[in-house]
């Protein structure tokens, strides 16, 4: 029986591959209100959000490399407000714990 192949996937952070379950997805998705079309970005610690996506390690660590190069930001070709840092650097204190 052929083994499964895992996807690799690359850190934002540190540049290493890993397997992608052991990464946590940055997510851009779009989102339409009155004012027109808008992009949300969070993390996707489940997997199954939609929208054009990166990786980082589960690590804060990581996540405050990717920002200090602005690594995110041209992967998802936005600009990346502090507070959503901030926001993302928290919930994976919290997924770490």
Do not use: H
């Not at 083994?3 to 339409?32: A, D, W």
């Not at 660590?61 to 602005?70: D, M, P, S, T």
């Not at 690594?71 to 919290?94: A, G, H, K």
Request: glycine letters at 6%.
């Amino acid at each position: 029986m052929k083994q499964k192949k895992i996807p690799q996937r690359k850190c934002m952070g540190c540049g290493e591959m890993f397997n992608k379950n052991e990464l946590v997805r940055v997510v851009k998705s779009r989102i339409k209100d009155a004012d027109g079309e808008q992009y949300e970005i969070s993390l996707d610690l489940t997997g199954k959000k939609s929208g054009r996506g990166a990786y980082v390690c589960k690590k804060s660590e990581c996540l405050q490399k990717a920002r200090k190069a602005r690594r995110l930001e041209r992967s998802l070709d936005c600009t990346i407000l502090d507070e959503v840092y901030d926001r993302m650097e928290q919930e994976l204190r919290n997924d770490e714990q």
